[in-house]
């Protein structure tokens, strides 16, 4: 089974930030928060990662809750080109990576 | 670089037949997997690979061989296709080094009538 939950689907307007939310309450120390992002007809690409402080790179930022039970992936300023499949993962060195069925973003024109 | 490369991009299978599709990468990773994705369904991991020679299984093999004979080339092989099987597969690769980011290939698209 997956090791994190995320809501089937959002919807966000255009231009307006979008916060996606990500529980992992079994994640081990050694977990990287890893999320990825499917558009249609196409294979999943990377996003962002993240182990125990916020990120932010180019195409969106990180949040992780103090705990670490938790994190937020979020797209400060959404287009239409980001609707798509957002997937949240655990990852660690060799351990089988697990697909859940990640969140369907939906942005309204 | 190429990145993750897999063919063919199509196929179409006859129930009973084998085939194998194939997956390289070009990035030296020793971690290797391959996904299949059905009509609105999230990803399910089939086989994984940790390095050459070494190989396990994911959530759903059944019907499915795999190799690591080189870092290189993952290969997946349906032994005796059925309908069950038509999906879109995706192999991935990553370092064996954090974050353990994973690259994806563009997918073969199977479709077994």
């Known amino acids: 089974d997956a090791k994190t939950t995320q809501p089937n689907s959002m919807e966000s307007n255009e231009e307006e930030p979008v916060h996606l939310p990500c529980n992992h309450s079994?994640?081990?120390?050694?977990?990287?928060i890893h999320w990825y992002r499917q558009l249609p007809s196409q294979g999943p690409e990377y996003v962002i990662h993240?182990?125990?402080s916020n990120v932010n790179n180019r195409m969106a930022s990180l949040a992780i809750a103090e705990d670490r039970k938790s994190s937020t992936l979020i797209l400060h300023r959404a287009t239409l080109r980001d609707a798509a499949v957002y997937y949240c993962?655990?990852?660690?060195?060799?351990?089988?990576?697990?697909f859940g069925k990640g969140t369907r973003l939906h942005i309204l024109p | 670089n190429a990145g993750v490369t897999q063919t063919p991009k199509f196929q179409v299978l006859k129930t009973g037949q084998s085939m194998t599709l194939q997956c390289a990468q070009d990035?030296?990773?020793?971690?290797m997997s391959w996904y299949r994705q059905d009509p609105g369904m999230g990803l399910r991991l089939i086989h994984y690979?940790?390095?050459?020679?070494?190989?396990d299984q994911g959530e759903v093999p059944n019907g499915y061989n795999v190799s690591r004979s080189t870092t290189e080339d993952f290969p997946l092989r349906l032994l005796s296709a059925a309908p069950s099987q038509t999906s879109v597969y995706f192999c991935?690769?990553?370092?064996?080094?954090?974050?353990?980011?994973?690259?994806f290939g563009p997918g073969t698209r199977l479709t077994v009538t």
């Open positions: 991935a690769s990553r370092q064996d080094r954090a974050p353990y980011e994973q690259y």
């Open positions: 079994t994640i081990s120390g050694t977990d990287y």
């Open positions: 993240g182990l125990t």
């Open positions: 993962i655990l990852s660690y060195r060799d351990d089988k990576i697990i």
């Open positions: 990035m030296n990773h020793e971690y």
């Open positions: 690979s940790v390095g050459a020679g070494i190989t």
